[in-house]
């Protein structure tokens, strides 16, 4: 299967499932408290705004470090990117959290619809980004709180 193909067919199963989830001809599905997928959501919406707080903070320490070269200057750096590093590997951490978080209501399933579209889709666009497997376990997740109907 060319890879056309294959962004189509999921082009077309992203589209059916948000379809599913988001017009209500899904069954609701019982939940007797919120959503762990809003959670698992915000979590990393939380993450993701440390990590670009630390990637700014480290591009401005790189522009001055280039301009002054104080002394110092690499270890400044090797700290900075060391959070950095830190905050990407938890960030990574929370967004597989959330691909196989279970959804327990139809609102849910609709959230997880729309991170795999708006946070792991997008990775496909590149090969070889391995993201296959994380884009596997979100429906697996997805299709189980439907079942779950």
Known sequence: MSISQKTTRRSAIFAGLAAVATTGT??????TAPDPVFAAIGAFQAAQAELDAANKALSDLETE???????GAQESHDRAFTTYDR?????????DQVCATVPTTTAGAAALVRFIQEEIAPAFAEAGTGFEGLQAAA????EAGL???
């Open 147 to 149: 079942l779950r109907a």
């Open 139 to 142: 429906l697996a997740s997805l």
């Open 87 to 95: 905050l990407y590997e938890r960030r990574c951490q929370l967004r």
């Open 26 to 31: 899904a069954k609701a599905i019982e939940a």
């Open 65 to 71: 470090l280039f301009k002054t070269r104080p002394p």
